[in-house]
């Protein structure tokens, strides 16, 4: 078997021509070669585990409709005992095409037009997407932020929506972009206070394997333990094993009447059938990925650690939000007195693309920029020199 290690995960790979959005799209758009630091995913190969599994399966060569088989639901639920401690039913268990349905569809069952849904910028640009676009009432409670861009959340603004009348609150645990690695006290005060009012809860937890930080993940779902709760959680092999465009996420909700409701709403408009390479690959993936996973995990904080180091050289004025979780590091450029977009023309001429800090939050994002550091160690040292040369030009 394969050692995942340093050496590993150095090696990327060329991953131009194959219809990638993070680097043909880019370079299409750009209409030069760009170094691609903003997507969420990553510049490694997956586990050779998961290969092994869609080359078995794609021998057979018949791919009609196929059931949802439970093996791949069990192996998640397997993964997530073993990983996090957190035990559950295979009724609690539903599955979708990927994570965004499953935001639009607890909007959808959760809320009726004109609602307020509570989202904490600044967050994934689509949070407010799955809200705007389903004409529900966007209610923003921005976290809070300090000197050394740590941020943690507002709790009084978040019970002024509920007073409010907020039906629903989408939380990105752990949170893109800030990197917050939310603590169970945190946790705890937020869904005694949503309970407290009556309020659903979707956690967005996609990035749940991502916590580089010396303690564990914590679900909301071992928060919200009653099966009446109306609290789901949304995740995914996508993001943590490099799956995205195998499509298959999970929704996972104690609560069978409100689960029974989702997924009529998911079958209403029309998703129904998974994919079956995606079945084959998370199922390897959650049964077989540990190893992969954590010789990701060490080599992502080595890139954290080489990308502080290098922005404190090279850019003294950026400040670095502390990486708790995920891989995507944000950065307060705003010091450097640029417009946003004068950031994005600077560095894109220089050839390297970051997320727009705007795409999380149109005020508080304004002037930061987000770095995905899933790739080999040069790349990120590459990215932070012509970040550098893009400031000082
Ligand atoms: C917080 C968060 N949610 C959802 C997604 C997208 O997930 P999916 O591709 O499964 O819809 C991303 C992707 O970057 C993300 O960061």
Not at 52 to 67: C, D, L, M, N, W
Not at 121 to 144: A, D, I, Q, T
Not at 229 to 258: E, H, P, W, Y
């Amino acid at each position: 078997m394969r050692t995942y290690d340093k050496a590993f995960f150095d090696q990327g790979i060329d991953r131009r021509n194959t219809a990638c959005e993070k680097w043909d799209g880019m370079a299409e758009r750009a209409g030069h070669d760009v170094l691609p630091m903003w997507v969420a995913d990553m510049d490694f190969p997956c586990a050779e585990e998961i290969m092994e599994a869609i080359q078995k399966r794609a021998q057979h060569p018949v791919f009609g409709y196929t059931s949802y088989d439970r093996e791949c639901a069990q192996a998640l639920l397997g993964f997530i005992e073993r990983r996090y401690g957190l035990c559950l039913p295979l009724e609690s268990h539903a599955m979708m095409p990927c994570v965004i349905t499953g935001l639009k569809t607890a909007v959808l069952t959760l809320t009726q037009p004109g609602d307020g849904v509570i989202v904490q910028p600044p967050v994934y640009g689509p949070f407010y997407g799955s809200v705007r676009e389903n004409g529900r009432k966007l209610m923003e409670c921005p976290l809070n932020r300090d000197e050394n861009g740590y941020y943690t959340m507002d709790l009084e603004r978040v019970e002024d929506a509920l007073k409010a009348g907020a039906k629903l609150m989408m939380l990105c645990n752990p949170h893109n972009p800030v990197g917050r690695a939310w603590t169970q006290d945190e946790l705890t005060a937020l869904w005694s206070l949503l309970k407290q009012y009556d309020c659903a809860l979707v956690s967005d937890e996609i990035h749940m394997d991502f916590v580089l930080a010396d303690r564990p993940f914590v679900p909301m779902l071992s928060i919200a333990q009653d099966e009446s709760d109306k609290v789901i959680a949304l995740t995914s092999a996508s993001k943590t094993f490099n799956l995205a465009g195998l499509q298959q996420a999970a929704m996972l909700c104690r609560n069978q009447k409100l689960l029974d409701a989702l997924t009529k709403q998911m079958n209403a408009a029309g998703v129904t059938q998974g994919n079956i390479f995606a079945m084959v690959a998370c199922e390897a993936a959650h049964l077989y990925g540990d190893q992969w996973l954590d010789g990701l995990k060490d080599y992502l904080r080595q890139a954290y650690d080489l990308l502080a180091k290098e922005l404190k050289q090279r850019l003294p004025k950026a400040v670095l939000t502390p990486l708790e979780a995920t891989y995507l590091a944000w950065i307060d450029m705003r010091a450097y007195g640029f417009s946003m977009e004068e950031l994005m023309e600077r560095t894109l001429a220089q050839g390297v693309a970051f997320s727009e800090g705007t795409f999380f939050g149109l005020d508080c994002g304004a002037g930061f920029l987000r770095i995905n550091i899933a790739c080999p160690h040069s790349h990120t040292l590459e990215a932070v020199k012509r970040l550098e040369a893009a400031i000082k030009a």
